[in-house]
């Protein structure tokens, strides 16, 4: 999915942090010792695989970053399908700088078309179904914001950024405080009509206690096997958003989505995706 490219200013903080860390406190000491000064050249950011791009704005910024009298012309888009041997990206000028600027650049824009790229796998799984894929927080710390980018370029969808977007009642805040009655109380009684409320769920009687009692928005039915999911949807008949996770596997999307939940939650977008193959030929 193609989308407005994020602020610059947002995105500053990672590139600059990746581009300190990988150059050091030296720079980068092959290249100033093995290339001559004021030789120029071109590169080409390919695709070495098929999948869906992400992190191409980033790696355009580490490149101007490094040197802003590098020219980028760029061939595709985040959130574009790229096949084996696709130009995403053309990079010229000065040889040292495009080196210095290539390993960073490759692996945001490697680590996140694959988030890209699984996602948008999970999400073909769910075709003729309303079900919709989301993140989660099972993030790289420090690169939630992009890598949740990542998820909405494969065709997914964002749940929380961080834990004070919504409340998200899970089975050790229901344990802690007495019960799901409780909870759901402490809920209507303090919380703000601004923020939505969700509760973790992982048996059907716990669903109708919180169908009874009311207070939430968004129930997630956690670790439920297909036939339980069913019978909650069956149970709830559209009053209430319902959140299938744990566990959530590429080959089972299918099969849940038919249940006819809202949606699928899989922390394995973030934290399992595969490096997509990219490469800087000169």
């Known amino acids: 999915m193609t989308l407005p490219p994020m602020p610059e200013m947002i995105l500053e903080p990672l590139v600059r942090a990746a581009l300190m ?3 050091g406190s030296n720079g980068d000491v092959t290249t100033r010792t093995v290339i001559p000064g004021g030789l120029s050249y071109a ?3 390919r695709a070495r695989e098929t999948g869906v791009a992400s992190g191409l704005q980033i790696a355009s910024m580490a ?6 009298g590098l020219k980028l012309t760029t061939h595709a888009r985040d959130g574009e399908a790229v096949a084996p041997g696709d130009v995403l990206m053309e990079i010229s000028g000065e040889a040292a700088s495009i080196l210095s600027a290539e390993r960073v650049a ?3 824009a490697g680590r996140l078309s694959g988030i890209a790229t699984l996602t948008a796998a999970f999400v073909a799984e769910t075709r003729g179904t309303a079900t919709r894929i989301t993140c989660t927080r099972k993030t790289t710390p420090g690169l939630r914001l992009v890598e949740k980018q990542a998820v909405l370029h494969g ?5 929380r950024f961080s834990l004070s977007d919504a409340i998200l009642i899970k089975d050790n805040h229901i344990a802690a405080a007495g019960g799901i009655r409780p909870v759901l109380e402490a809920v209507k009684a ?3 009509h601004m923020v939505r409320v969700e509760i973790e769920v992982d048996r059907l009687d716990q669903l109708a206690e919180v169908l009874e009692e009311g207070g939430a928005d968004v129930v997630l039915l956690d670790n439920m096997d297909t036939a339980s999911l069913r019978e909650a949807v069956a149970m709830t008949a559209g009053r209430i958003v319902l959140e299938a996770s744990g566990n959530m596997k590429l080959e089972r999307i299918a099969e849940v989505a038919a249940t006819g939940v809202d949606y699928i939650s899989a922390g ?3 934290h399992s995706a595969r490096t997509l193959d990219l490469g800087l030929d000169f």
């Open 21 to 23: 860390e990988d150059l």
């Open 43 to 45: 590169a080409q950011l």
């Open 63 to 68: 490149f101007r970053m490094v040197d802003p």
């Open 106 to 108: 490759l692996n945001f």
């Open 155 to 159: 065709g997914g969808f964002a749940h």
């Open 190 to 192: 303090q919380a703000s």
């Open 268 to 270: 394995a977008l973030t």
